[in-house]
């Protein structure tokens, strides 16, 4: 079982950076971290991923401004955002799941989720 908590969101400017943190109980060193997000009207998005072993994969919308971390020893997870758009605005989560996909339904665990608004 793990319980995930994101932090760190709010308005931003474009431009500006993020650092949105995802703090978790349990084993989550051993699950896949996702980060997902979704606007109003619209279905959920894949921002990224970082797996056990460091690896890291990320959508094409966010690659090159956006960097997923992890620290184990804080059993927390971390999404940086630079360069934010005002198309960036939407909740964003952090999951766990067994396997590394882009799919939201190949996570079990989810956050709450935190809203990012960048302004124009």
């Known amino acids: 079982q793990v319980q995930l908590v994101e932090s760190g969101g709010g308005l931003v400017q474009a431009g500006d950076s993020l650092r949105l943190s995802c703090t978790a109980s349990g084993r989550f060193w051993s699950y896949v971290m996702g980060w997902f997000r979704q606007a109003p009207g619209k279905e959920r998005e894949f921002v990224g991923l970082h797996g056990w072993d460091g690896s890291t994969e990320y959508s094409e919308s966010v690659k090159g401004r956006f960097t997923i971390s992890r620290d184990n020893a804080k059993n927390t997870g971390y999404l940086q955002m630079n360069s934010l758009k005002p198309e960036d605005s939407a909740v964003y989560y952090c999951?766990?799941?067994?396997?590394?996909?882009?799919?939201?339904?190949?996570?079990?665990?989810w956050g709450q989720g935190t809203q990012v608004t960048v302004s124009s």
């Open positions: 999951a766990a799941g067994s396997v590394r996909s882009s799919d939201p339904i190949q996570y079990n665990y």
